[in-house]
């Protein structure tokens, strides 16, 4: 079986650091072990130092050990610069000092409130795969019409997120489709079929491979996001052929973000 990525993106969550850690060490402890699976956790970034410690441990948690290599820490955002005259900003040399593996690059959310455009996410990935990062960049449209125009606006993020990456780098870019629609924090959001989703990534697919050749287009992984669960994860893992699962509001509760690690098994 091909490697499977189970990504819980927490957002502007937990409250306080002390909820961070149980859930943090809740996922450690009742994660099942599983062959072929990585598992993603992207807090906050004012968390990563303490579940840091946990990961290598400086916070021993009992059975901790076993998942030191299967639970990995990502962030929800990076910088496209190293170092400089930045406020507010977080670096890639910053997150990998934190042990960071992964980083999340143009979530929609991060489109819409922090005007994120497709030039300043291309330049975010081209940072964090020089860094050695690993890049799970977001795509999706914000309505599916009829007429199949929202195909031509994922081309355009495909295309333009990809702008001048060399192909020696692409083996650490992966994308995630999560349309808009579907992300479970919009009122009245539905998660997208699998038969969907299947049409949609082999669509995906064909973009790479026009632009890149067969082999990246077979080899790029790809990811569903939204609205997704411990109830339909399967589906989208099985019939839809997903590559993993980027999970957001079931990311936040231990039991719900293990259900969607067990629907692998």
Not at 14 to 25: G, M, Q, T
Not at 71 to 86: A, K, M, P, T
Not at 164 to 177: E, M, Q, S
Request: hydrophobic content about 40%.
């Amino acid at each position: 079986m091909a490697k499977k990525f189970i990504v819980a993106n927490w957002k502007m969550n937990p409250n306080s650091v002390k909820e961070a850690e149980a859930l943090f060490i809740g996922v450690c402890k009742s994660a099942p072990k599983m062959k072929n699976t990585e598992v993603v956790v992207c807090p906050p970034f004012v968390y990563l130092d303490r579940l840091s410690g946990i990961i290598h441990n400086a916070m021993p948690i009992g059975r901790q050990a076993k998942y030191k290599n299967q639970i990995n820490l990502g962030s929800q955002d990076v910088f496209w610069e190293n170092r400089g005259s930045y406020t507010g900003e977080i670096s890639p040399l910053m997150l990998k000092d934190f042990g960071v593996k992964y980083v999340i690059v143009g979530h929609s959310e991060r489109r819409k409130y922090l005007m994120a455009n497709n030039e300043i996410i291309n330049k975010k990935i081209k940072t964090a795969l020089k860094n050695n990062l690993k890049v799970f960049f977001c795509v999706g449209e914000e309505e599916r019409d009829e007429k199949g125009k929202y195909l031509k606006f994922l081309k355009e993020e495909i295309i333009e997120g990809f702008k001048k990456i060399p192909k020696d780098n692409l083996k650490n870019l992966f994308i995630v489709y999560e349309p808009i629609w579907a992300i479970s924090s919009n009122k009245g959001a539905a998660a997208d079929t699998p038969r969907n989703f299947l049409e949609t990534s082999i669509y995906i697919r064909k973009i790479l491979f026009f632009r890149f050749g067969r082999k990246v287009a077979h080899k790029v992984p790809i990811l569903y996001g939204g609205s997704v669960d411990g109830k339909n994860a399967r589906g989208f893992l099985e019939e839809g052929r997903a590559d993993g699962i980027l999970a957001g509001r079931a990311g936040l509760k231990v039991k719900s973000f293990v259900d969607i690690l067990k629907s692998l098994k």
